[in-house]
Nanobody, 118 residues
């Protein structure tokens, strides 16, 4: 079992920044990828970014590329999502998840709310 706890969400004005954290505990040794997803009210959950836990390669959705940066601290089993130039359409609950080879995600956090006011 892996436990994931997100933090860092909040209310910010458009153009502002937030940094989300995702702390992992439990059986984390087999972590392959860490991903961030988000779900806005009335919409399906969408992929935001992912990072290969071992080598640190990253991948972003087109909607956040150039504005968001995913990173990880292996010593603290923590993944970060630095969000800059936030827009109203970034408003959502943000979730982190552990990914498996092949692209599936198995463990999920409880989510953290990000609200961007225009």
């Amino acid at each position: 079992q892996v436990q994931l706890v997100e933090s860092g969400g909040g209310l910010v004005q458009a153009g502002g920044s937030l940094r989300l954290s995702c702390a992992a505990s439990g059986r984390t040794l087999t972590t392959y990828t860490m991903g961030w997803f988000r779900q806005a009210p009335g919409k399906e959950r969408e992929f935001v970014a992912r990072i290969n836990w071992s080598v640190g390669t990253t991948y972003y959705s087109d909607s956040v590329k150039g504005r968001f940066t995913i990173s990880r601290d292996k010593t603290k089993n923590t993944t970060f999502l630095q969000m800059n130039s936030l827009k109203a359409e970034d408003t959502a609950v943000y979730y982190c998840a552990t990914g498996r080879p092949g692209g599936t995600y198995d463990y999920w956090g409880q989510g953290t709310q990000v609200t961007v006011s225009s």
